[in-house]
């Protein structure tokens, strides 16, 4: 592996005709103009999609329990620190990737080099195994809405110690999370059918602003209640008493690339629909911008409530994930007057949430097939949607039904979970900087970014891609499989 920047043997390895297609802008089939229309029209709708993919479940349900245990202050500016740094240059790097190529993730990785497709579709894998059970907590969220809607949130369903039960209920049944998880992925197939420009972009138009507004409307209003000043606090400032600033560096880390939807073939996918003369950088600065400025929002929504709410605020806190979302926060809105308001509104904003997340995932798995198998669009969603229901019921009877095929405490979902998150992501993002600094031209993928030759920032980006983020994502994975 030489390091070789102007033309080294390595650095061009089976990429020679990689430079002059993408300049001369030569399609290699009817398909690849066809898309070129059908991209995203500009900037603004590309940011859009691409923060409606980053902005999920995991900016709500992971990233204010994350701040809160990590010493508050302490983990917000780590995390932005890292956001800056290491998450903007991934970003970055598969963006570039994306829009060089003009193709989907195993195109991607055949055109940079013949010898790393495989790459692809080892990469493929995540969005595969990760798409149904992520319906599958769309179906619970979906389910959430409904019960608000109709009143379940204001009769003492979902207060005390009812919150678990009827969650536990909810999921335990044997055909009623199935409807739901059918009714999300319905949701989410609805918008990937109609294409980059009338579905993705548009859905992503409509749906980012209501995210924005119904958010920050929530956190003012969380933000008023009596004793909520504690929480803003307790989120707020940095504490260090009891913190391990090692274990902080890779909570935020590995949060950071969750929520920013690297390494799940997506930002890859979504920028071989972007327009050339889409600045990259300025579009994946607002991406991140947007990302961290929800989850914040969010930490100032749940922390808060839970401090003006709950009886023992710092215990509620120690719950992430689906018990902090359907079970602790349901009891939180209890407390609430207007309820039913409240919490119809929240499971709103997780809804749009978390279907903009999905739509991404699934559409990296459309384009696969339609680039690679010359699918029509409707029949390669037909056939994501019988894998998505395939994997995703088991997924959703692990809970009830299926509740006996755990391994280790882990049921059905919490194994493509763990096996799609903490292993095989942190695999595929090393792997696609070690293949993009040492196997390919990278100096073609860098000037597709925009980074001029030996600038500050060229040099900067690769140092990060060639030795700094591969070693902060073995240590996750490290940290990830030990912390099993
Ligand atoms: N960024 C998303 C989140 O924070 C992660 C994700 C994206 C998950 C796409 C699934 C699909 O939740």
């Known amino acids: 592996m030489q390091n070789g920047e102007n033309g080294s043997v390595n650095e061009n390895v089976g990429t020679g005709s990689l430079v002059a297609e ?25 940011v859009l999609a691409a923060a409606g ?35 903007f240059s991934l970003l970055v790097l598969e963006i570039g990737i994306g829009r060089l190529t003009g193709k989907d993730v195993i195109g991607a990785f055949g055109k940079l080099n013949k010898k790393t497709k495989w790459f692809g579709f080892v990469s493929l894998v995540v969005p595969v195994l990760i798409v149904p059970y992520y319906c599958v907590i769309g179906g619970w969220v979906t389910k959430y809405l409904f019960a608000y809607m109709s009143g379940d949130g204001s009769t003492g369903a979902m207060t005390g110690e009812n919150a678990a039960l009827y969650f536990n ?4 049944s044997s055909w009623e999370p199935i409807v739901f998880f059918i009714i999300f992925a319905l949701l989410s197939f609805a918008v990937v059918i109609f294409g980059v420009q009338k579905g993705i972009e548009k859905i992503g ?29 307790y989120f707020l400032v940095p504490k260090l008493e009891g913190v391990n600033i090692a274990e902080v560096f890779l909570a935020a880390l590995g949060q950071l690339f969750y929520s920013m939807s690297l390494a799940m073939c997506i930002m890859i996918t979504y920028g071989s629909y972007m327009k050339k003369n889409t600045d990259i950088q300025k579009s994946a600065r607002q991406i991140s911008v947007f990302d961290t400025c929800f989850a914040i929002v969010a930490g100032l929504i749940i922390i808060p409530s839970v401090f003006a709410f709950a009886s023992s605020p710092q215990d509620v806190m120690q719950s992430s994930g689906p018990t902090l979302m ?23 904003l997780v809804l749009f ?38 994997l995703g019921i088991p997924s959703s009877l692990g809970f009830g039904v299926l509740k006996s095929l755990s391994i280790n405490g882990m049921t059905i979902l919490d194994i493509f979970d763990y096996v799609s998150n903490s292993i095989l992501m942190p695999l595929v993002a090393i792997g696609t900087c070690v293949i993009a600094g040492y196997f390919v031209n ?37 940290f990830n499989i030990i912390g099993l």
Not at 366 to 380: D, F, P, S, Y
Not at 444 to 460: C, P, T, W
Not at 466 to 476: D, E, F, G, K, N
Request: aromatic fraction near 12%.
């Open 442 to 478: 990278f100096r073609a993928i860098k000037d597709e970014i925009g980074l001029k030759v030996n600038s500050m920032r060229d040099r900067y980006f690769t140092v990060m891609i060639r030795y700094i983020a591969p070693v902060c994502m073995l240590l996750i994975l490290i």
């Open 205 to 233: 138009k409509i749906l980012m602003p209501i995210l924005a507004v119904l958010s920050v409307g929530l956190a003012i209003f969380a933000m008023c209640q009596k004793g909520a000043v504690e929480g803003i606090k």
């Open 53 to 87: 993919s980053a902005v999920g479940l995991g900016n709500l349900w992971r990233f204010p329990y994350l701040a809160a245990k990590y010493g508050g202050g302490i983990f917000l500016l780590v995390y932005i620190l890292l956001a800056v740094t290491f998450g």
């Open 169 to 172: 209920n909810f999921i335990s």
């Open 353 to 390: 949430a978390a279907l903009t997340s999905a739509i991404s995932l699934i559409e990296a798995i459309v384009a696969v097939l339609r680039e690679n198998l010359g699918m029509k669009r409707w029949v390669a969603c037909l056939i994501v949607f019988g894998v998505v229901l395939l």
């Open 326 to 348: 359907f079970v602790s926060l349901p009891n939180v809105f209890s407390q609430i007057p207007y309820a039913g308001i409240i919490g119809s509104l929240f499971f709103l």
């Open 22 to 46: 993408t300049q001369t802008d030569v399609p290699e089939n009817g398909e690849s103009v066809a898309k070129k229309h059908k991209g995203f029209t500009g900037r603004i709708g590309f």
